[in-house]
């Protein structure tokens, strides 16, 4: 019986999903260029075992987000439990988006959506559910919810704009650089 619990079908997921994320990564090639055929020469599958698995190439590459996600969100966390600082803890994310920059160039220049990050936070969740939005200084749920909303999509930002410069900053510096988005002391709509 071939149950998608079995570790037979585990392992052809992870086989169709390492092929299509080298292809992307090594060859620099979008999603749109990216065939079964191919994928299924290189993972040695018939195309009925690949249809078994997933609906077409978009559906690996959901698939793909959603395990680059889990490992950037596994990277974060790390730190977490380890008791470190949350400031250690977006250092951890930055490592992770450097070390798998490739990915994530191709990712921003085909999608264009901050996915990613936008899965991670939903992972994150979980973890500040227990927290209230009080503690965040926020007058509402509704108001965390916006400021979640603006920090993903800056985030997402600004890793799309160190990716494009290479990385070139360093992970402390790009740490550094978020801080002082939540500096009180910028008066940012305060010009004179």
């Not at 018939?46 to 889990?70: C, G």
């Not at 596994?74 to 977490?80: A, D, E, G, I, T």
């Not at 191709?106 to 009080?134: K, M, N």
């Amino acid at each position: 019986m071939n149950t998608k619990n079995n570790q037979r079908a585990r392992n052809t997921d992870e086989t169709i999903i390492r092929v299509v994320y080298g292809i992307m990564v090594d060859e620099n090639k979008p999603v749109s260029g990216i065939t079964v055929r191919e994928v299924c020469e290189r993972a040695g599958i018939n195309r009925s075992t690949f249809y078994a698995h997933y609906l077409d190439m978009y559906d690996v590459v959901e698939r793909v987000e959603r395990t680059m996600s889990e490992g950037l969100t596994k990277s974060f966390l790390r730190k977490l439990e380890d008791g470190q600082s949350l400031g250690a803890c977006f250092e951890a994310l930055f490592e992770f988006v450097r070390e798998y920059r490739q990915f994530y160039r191709l990712y921003f220049q085909t999608t264009g959506r901050s996915g990613v990050i936008g899965i991670a936070w939903e992972l994150l969740q979980d973890r500040t559910q227990a927290i209230s939005y009080e503690s965040f200084g926020y007058r509402s749920e509704e108001e965390m919810r916006y400021h979640g909303e603006f920090f993903i999509y800056g985030l997402s930002a600004m890793l799309r704009h160190w990716i494009e410069r290479d990385c070139r900053e360093s992970p402390q510096e790009m740490l550094d650089i978020l801080t002082r988005q939540y500096n009180p002391k910028m008066n940012l709509f305060s010009w004179d």
